[in-house]
């Protein structure tokens, strides 16, 4: 009796180990998920700029990405206003601009403080959808920078796929083609961009496309700086397509320095 209940004791803890056993590599492994993003321990300033039109929900879009980028350390300055573009002591205390400012007007010296900072003294930028690519469409000398601009998304919203063509890339690594209901963005777009994702067009909506291969994911060189892109994105729901997001946030560690 007492025997089978020492047994059954040992059953109870050994069961209890394997428990704890198996929730310790659990946790491991979410924590090491996390340190595999970040090659820096450096913490770097970001400054986020949101605006323009609001079919692009850029409230949602900073409420989604800026306590991403507070949990893994780095310091966001959050500006509704292109003026920050002005704030020279602001401005050369960042690394990386996020923009998701669509449409809208940018003054000349609002621009000519941002492609200094991209140009010249090597600050990245990265950004999504029109936030980035259908910004003040006036401004060639910023389309210059970005790499493409929206022209035209035939249909509206509608299914499509994203195609992976760099599987070497850390951005891209890993990922499979997928799938979205969501804008196609038809861009006109700078061949100097180092494309890492493409989405072919269909003769469903615009019968003259048919087959048109176009960059969906990109990254590029302005000058000294650094410039991450994808054109994804029309509303922040987007984001919840997991690789859509993992896209998005290994394209900004990269633009900071700190992909793997
Ligand atoms: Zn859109």
Redo the contacts with the bound molecule.
Sequence with gaps: MFEKKENSLLYVKSKLFTCIVLSLICLQSVFAEDSLEISSSKAKSILFVYGGWE??EPEKCRDLLVPWLKSNGYKVTVSPSLDSYLDKKLMSSIDLIIQIYTMSTITEEQEAGLLKAVRDDGISIAGW??GLADAFRQNTEYQFMVGGQWVS?PGGIIDYEVNIIDHNDPITKGLSDFKVKS?QYYMHVDPFNEVLATTTFSDEHAHWIKGATLPAVWKKRYGKGKVFYTSLG?TSDVFDIPEAFTILKRGILWSLGDLK
């Design positions: 079919g692009h959808h029109g998304h804008e029309h």
